[in-house]
């Protein structure tokens, strides 16, 4: 079975045509060219040196676990750090090279919910909130509920996609027309 | 919105690599440390970051000022000044 990262369910909920154009068509984005992206990959490597044995008594956090890359059925992925809370209940956090916009984008909610599944599927233990920390915001950290029904979205968006790449069906294209303005393969897309 | 890079820089090699850096992300060269043109709001910020890694903090001087068109209409230019419409992206092709 195909298995998907947390990104490519991402971007499929950002617009059905990307999963078509990056890998059915396997037309690259070069995201790796983009400079904040780069900062963002070597601020997670120094995070993971640094962060080795500290625990964050704020948010009652008794146990972690670094850089977890866990696998299920159609989907994988890597965690910065799996926390076990007081309450017996663990949770995903993920650092953002990003500053704190007095709200929580979709794009980081979609990719807690995809943690979520992957620590209930191999810890076996209940997760019902994530945490982000914006390392250019003096790394504030905030708190994401991750109710049931976010989760069952996530399973649904993966059978969407198993059918664009498994039937190479060109799927219609998202009806927010902004996420068109900025979209990586707009010169491409059929409108 | 329409950006304006200004700066001031003592050692050479990084003055040279922020002036490449400000071409590269689409700017026009209107004074020898002056860059002038229209970046949307994540380029602008992905700009920033790279010059303030590439610049001395304690000598050196930066400014990345905004302005929407109307501002920059109403600017005074005097001289061989640059062509306000190039910069504002109106032109779409030099060459014809």
Known sequence: MHSFYPSQI???????????????????????????VQRGRQMHNEKLERNKNYLRKKIGVKEKWLDQYLGMPG????????LELEDGTFAPLDYKFAEWKDRVYETYQQQLYCYALLIEENFGEKVNRGFLVYTRSSNKIVEVPIPEESKAEIRKSMDAML???????YPKATKFKRRCLNCTYRNICIQ | MII???YDIEEDRARTKVAKICKQAGLYRVQYSCFLGTLNANERDSLQLEIEELINEEKDKVYIFNMN???????AMLG??????????????LLF
């Not at chain 1, 989907?75 to 799996?82: A, M, S, T």
């Open chain 1, 10 to 36: 991402i971007e499929y909920l950002y617009c059905p045509r990307y999963t078509y154009f990056e890998y059915v068509l396997r037309i690259p984005q070069f995201e790796e060219k983009f400079y904040k």
């Open chain 1, 75 to 82: 989907l994988r992925g890597k965690i910065d750090e799996v």
């Open chain 1, 163 to 169: 059918k664009i790449i498994g039937q190479n069906y």
């Open chain 2, 4 to 6: 304006w890079v200004l």
């Open chain 2, 69 to 75: 068109k109307d501002q920059l209409k109403s600017c």
């Open chain 2, 80 to 93: 061989q000044a640059f062509d306000e419409k190039l910069v504002s992206d109106e032109v779409k092709a």
